[in-house]
């Protein structure tokens, strides 16, 4: 089967290197100018290539990055299988489509306001911390994408200011959420509803770029586990969805969930199941969306993935740690530019911070590793 | 680096398909008129591709099949890295050169002769027959793959009809070794001497062709593994040898080992290193051609592979099956051809041993799974 992606980046490359042993082969549709997959065949829009020359190309059609033109994903779906399918990326475009179902559904978020100017964003600020909000975070509703287009506020005579940085007509404004920890839940939905879930991950970022995930957690619960579950069931059930979603939380002190932003694709914060997992979330959303069984997700050991970031630092020692498993994009250093992963795996789990110690040390640039259950 | 392979068939890409985490691409040379390799770029010498263009495009050249034409092989190693070196490779294509390192380096192999006429081939049937062998194989010295070239005599006067058959200027004639099992040992040489070796695999055949390979075994002493491992140790030392070597060897009743052959290349009874073992054959012999630090060779549970040989079978039925991981090559089906693989891995032998007769059931023509270690 040809599988057909729109977008062309590492997590296509990724997605063709777990397709090929499954008898996929891919062509891949570019919209930004800048394709890095390298892998199968690349059709550049901005280069001339047409829409239909990539759908005579292919079977079923997926993504693998979600600030596509609408009307573009609409126009896919009308010729060819699309898995999610465009009103699933439709909401997940949309702070404020998203919200509303998060609210739907019932599955709980920070407390938020819609606002249409500098005032009404001066308002919800002042109305977020009466109740409470040591800050609040302004987002645009669209295109919003590793920490561009936000601004915090911790007061609300810096509305007007950050109105003016953020530079959209309609805001979502959030309480300031102090949460113990962000985790992530990836699951991945067939196309006869059947679903399976990933344990949870601990994520850490660093300027907006997540730098460590981890998992499995040794302190969560079962129930929290599938408090996390429960909600990514609702929204796989309720927009009919097809393939892996990701759907992002904060953990609060007393050990509940509160969902912050979901992703129609695979994610960075399930790498680690290239190596840590029975089936990766790369083969089973390809799994999903032509129409396979899904594999088993239980995690192997523990494993955390370390991002490689702007440089590629001391890769004959990255490969020297035990347990190291080396996933680079073929992309050229660039500041802040995601290069590739590394995802060590060990037996226990002081074992793999160590390990993580270790890689981290040989990463320019990278942040000391702490997780949220390690004593400082 | 940019890698060039000389071969383009399903172990060319395989190994693509773990140099692109390692940030390697691929270039492949195929002599043969029928690439499969289907990744990366290929030239087919036989639609007029020059050797000048491949060796322009590739920093370091490696080869996923040995029936290559010798002087081709030298020529690429006058003008870039080689590994395994043609030296490897002139000794791996001649069962002579063979057969006199492995006596040079005190590896136990069958009793043989060489013999050129049909003459001398009944001399030496009877020669051995009468030391107690039971049979003979007699074989072509150069060219044999997969059974082809060989012929199996009874009795010394079959053998102007043997030799008719094969039809080549010069023979080798072993003892039939009443052998417990075969089993095949991969180890992989580093730039600087570094040796890794897996776990022994038993191997299991029908008409030439490999059908399971299990590891690691049950009931393989450590000083078994030792003797394997000591045996490829002394040919990677002697042939000063960086990649994938595997040797195919036949445990006898009192547990010892018997040389039988060896291949310069990663191999399809290492194939369950994909899935059961810390890192792969593929990506180890990518990591040596390349000076990178080997990677652990331990496995990480017991690991069937199960060639899908001819047609593909019940592919959704296979992907049902629990720790079952589908590899194919993307080839159309055809009797006899190989197809694809299944990894099937579970926690513990009894569970793996259920899978392999699970798997074995969807796949046409498979022979019924019967290992040594299990009780008839």
Redesign the interface.
Known sequence: MRIGVLGAGQLG?MLA?SG????N?FTFFDTTGSPSA??GETLCDPSGATLQDFLAQVDVVTYEFEHLPLPLVQQVAAHKPLYPSAEALRVCQNREAEKSLFDALNIPVADYRLVDSAEQLADACRELMQQGAAAVVAKSITEGYDGKGQAVLRDPAEAQQAWQQIGHARLIVESFVNFVREVSIIAVRGREGDVVFYPLAENHHAEGILRYSLAPLPDVSASVQQQAEGYIHRLLDSLNYVGVLTLELFQQADGTLLANEMAPRVHNSGHWTQNGA?TSQFENHL?AVQG??L??TDA?APTCMVNIIGTLGD??GL??I???????Y?KSERPGRKL?HLNL?AEDLPTLLERVEQASRLLPGAPAPQFSFVPS
């Open positions: 490359q290197l090929y042993p499954l008898g082969r390298d892998i029975v799994r396979l069984p594999g088993a192997i890769v004959k490969l020297e035990e347990g190291a498993h080396l996933h680079l073929g590739g795996v």
